[in-house]
């Protein structure tokens, strides 16, 4: 029994050397990121039955085990995912906030207030060119704010989308890795049973990569029976099984303007993007809050524009003109005006009505009034026909669908519109174009401030009195009255100001509620798996010193048994 003593204490040895080997391992590996801690699992061997009794034959390492918690893995990874989507949320609104300054004190808000005083100071001395200036100034303050703002919005959208290509390429690496990982770890646990062959090791690598992965691009990690792992986007879209893996590409402009996100191989949309990840926040700031803002800049403007035109094309003032031009033109002269292909923005608003001609002789006598109808099929021709019968005047549409009123020396007005069509189409309007990136002012008021308009002819005398202000203070009550051109719900425009001043603080304050948030979960998430998965230096050594301990004694068992033997030969001899 001695020899059995012994092969027992050469079991031993082996397997205390082999934990020891595992403490180590763990040591070395006490500051690698997502290293997760292995047990050495020692059991003992199968007994030997001898004469009815069984003996047993010492022990083994019979596994490796990796310590992890699969709910704090899978918390990690949806933690990452959503704190590098608010990250990069909360980044680029701090960007706009930097771009833009103040909303409220001196921004927008200010320059709408600055710019409806300016008509109610016009009203009460309409006709005082001092005041018209400051009108015009005014207006050029407010409308290079909105100019500078959609503009930098829109370069920020620019460079928002630029950076999605190199996001990308380091997705499409995080994925070339995780399948190269998976396939190392389907070679080398190939045909093992249970977990006596785990690659703990690669297993580590692969979770750290899906990691990575998970924060460019919002995963899903689902496992297969087979003991592998399948990546998926929220959507559902298959990235890499088996060590097979599908690129993230670029394709063809899609329905936001920009370049989509397909899986390469197939061309085939990806889904759910938006939900995390910092790819998932650069959509979402590009698709939604920066589009939000520009929409929102846009709606302000053409209800800016168009209703300041509605009262502006029919106002006159003391300075009349022999030639008028449209500012907008058909993109069809022969198509009705309010045909959705005119490819005018206020086209829409046009409808049944009619305006006036007033016709006035070099010294500024009246010559005549007509009324010029307006019907649901008219068109641009028809409106110059309609004029080229008045007498004293012409009328053409040049190629580019523009109508042209050429009075000669004589002076014509126009106004008392109740079809929209002066307004739609910038016939004596105060501002040109209808978004917050091309509004402008109509070039004749450039040229010539005493034209902008502050009351109304009398259609009965064709006469405009010179203290009428009614017009100005039509257009100063705009600030307040609900308006609604563009199809978005009805509000005033400081509504609409103050309503995307509210909007943007509180997207900021959610980002960064969110990133906080996010941040305190992955400080304990870390702590949660550093207890369980973390490698604790004195406990190694603990265990260290224990299968230490178990070696010597192994070792004084083998000692022990060679001094029996000795002393068993020494009586033999």
Request: charged content about 15%; hydrophobic content about 35%.
């Amino acid at each position: 029994m001695s020899f059995q003593a012994l092969n027992i204490a050469a079991s031993s040895l082996r397997t205390q050397q082999k934990a020891i080997d595992v403490v180590s391992h763990n040591i070395a590996n006490v500051n690698t990121p997502g290293y997760s801690r292995q047990t050495p699992n020692v059991t003992t061997a199968t007994p030997e039955h001898i004469s009815g009794l069984d003996f047993g034959r010492g022990i083994h390492l019979d596994s490796i085990g990796r310590t992890v918690d699969p709910l704090i893995s899978n918390a990690q990874r949806e933690n990452t995912s959503q704190f590098e989507f608010w990250s990069q949320v909360s980044t680029g609104l701090a960007t706009v906030e930097n771009s833009f300054g103040s909303l409220d004190n001196t921004g927008l808000a200010a320059a709408v207030d600055d710019y409806f005083l300016s008509w109610q100071q016009l009203s009460n001395n309409p006709q005082d060119t001092a005041q018209k200036y400051n009108v015009r100034t005014k207006s050029e303050v407010l409308i290079n704010q909105l100019n500078t703002m959609r503009s930098q919005l829109s370069a920020g959208q620019v460079k928002l989308d630029q950076s999605i290509d190199q996001q990308l390429v380091q997705a499409n690496l995080s994925l070339d890795k995780i399948g190269a990982l998976s396939q190392q770890i389907s070679i080398h646990e190939a045909g093992k049973q249970g977990n006596t062959s785990i690659a703990n090791d690669l297993r580590d690598q692969r979770d750290l990569a899906i990691r990575e992965l998970a924060a460019i691009i919002p995963i899903q990690e689902v496992n297969t029976q087979d003991g592998g792992i399948l990546i998926q986007t929220k959507g559902g879209d298959l990235l890499t099984q088996d060590g097979v893996v599908r690129h993230l590409a670029r394709n063809t402009v899609s329905s936001t303007g920009y370049q989509g996100i397909v899986i390469a191989d197939t061309n085939q949309q990806v889904q759910g993007l938006e939900q995390g990840g910092s790819l998932g926040g650069t959509l979402k700031l590009r698709d939604e809050y920066y589009q939000g803002y520009i929409d929102t800049l846009d709606s302000f403007a053409a209800n800016l524009a168009f209703s300041t035109n509605q009262i502006q094309s029919n106002a006159s003032s003391p300075t009349r003109f022999s030639n008028i031009q449209s500012g907008q033109g058909t993109s069809n002269p022969a198509l009705p005006l309010n045909d959705a292909t005119q490819q005018v923005a206020f086209a829409n608003q046009v409808q049944a009505g009619s305006f006036n001609v007033y016709v006035y002789n070099s010294t500024g006598t009246p010559l005549g009034v007509t009324t010029i109808n307006i019907a649901a099929n008219t068109t641009m021709n028809d409106v110059a026909l309609s004029l080229n019968a008045v007498a004293g005047i012409s009328a053409t549409v040049d190629n580019a669908g523009r109508l042209n009123i050429d009075a000669g020396t004589n002076t014509i007005s126009l106004g008392h519109d109740t079809s929209n069509m002066l307004a739609a189409y910038e016939i004596g309007t105060f501002f040109h174009g209808s978004t917050a990136g091309n509004i402008s002012i109509a070039q004749y008021i450039q040229d010539d401030v005493t034209s902008i308009g502050t009351g109304y002819i009398d259609p009965a005398t064709a006469t405009l009195q010179l203290g009428d202000n009614r017009a100005a203070i039509a257009i100063m009550n705009l600030q307040d009255s609900a308006l609604s051109v563009d199809g978005s719900t009805a509000a005033s425009l400081h509504e609409r100001v103050s309503g995307l001043s509210s909007r943007y603080g509180l997207d900021v304050d959610i980002a960064n509620q969110q990133t906080s948030y996010r941040k305190a979960e992955a400080s304990s998430l870390i702590q949660q798996r550093e207890a369980i998965s973390g490698v604790n230096v004195d406990e190694e050594l603990i265990a260290m010193m224990k299968f230490q301990r178990a070696y010597e004694a192994s070792a004084k068992l083998i000692s022990t048994n060679n001094q029996m033997l000795d002393s068993l030969m020494g009586i033999l001899r």
